[in-house]
């Protein structure tokens, strides 16, 4: 479990060398008074990765963690709107809705 645990981290974050991130970090570990040792890199080198190609090479690939890497990669590329505003145009966005417009 902790092997697949490191793989985990290392297929949701960004690689060590990444610039934007180190900045994003940067800031927090100032902003947020955190130790500075956040700011050092930590290898995974030792342990092999490729990224899952679909849903059951995710749950192939990570069993433990499987079930919420999906769900957190479905809420990536699909949010849940967080505005009343958003709400509203997804409803409209539905299936049933595009009924509805084809007779008005």
């Known amino acids: 479990m902790l092997r697949e645990t490191l793989l985990t981290l290392k297929f ?4 060590v060398g990444d610039s934007k991130s180190q900045r994003v970090l940067q800031v927090e ?3 947020h ?3 500075p040792s956040f700011l050092m890199p930590f290898y995974f080198s030792s342990l092999e990765h490729k990224t899952p190609g679909d849903v059951k090479d995710l749950y192939r690939t990570f069993p433990y963690w499987g079930m919420r ?6 809420e990536a590329e699909n949010p849940t709107p967080l505005t009343s505003i958003g709400k ?3 409803r ?13």
């Open 12 to 15: 949701l974050f960004a690689p």
């Open 88 to 90: 509203m145009v997804e």
């Open 29 to 31: 570990v100032t902003n």
């Open 92 to 104: 409209k966005q539905s299936p049933r809705m595009a009924h509805w417009r084809c007779w008005h």
């Open 69 to 74: 890497l999906h769900e957190l990669r479905a």
């Open 33 to 35: 008074d955190l130790d």
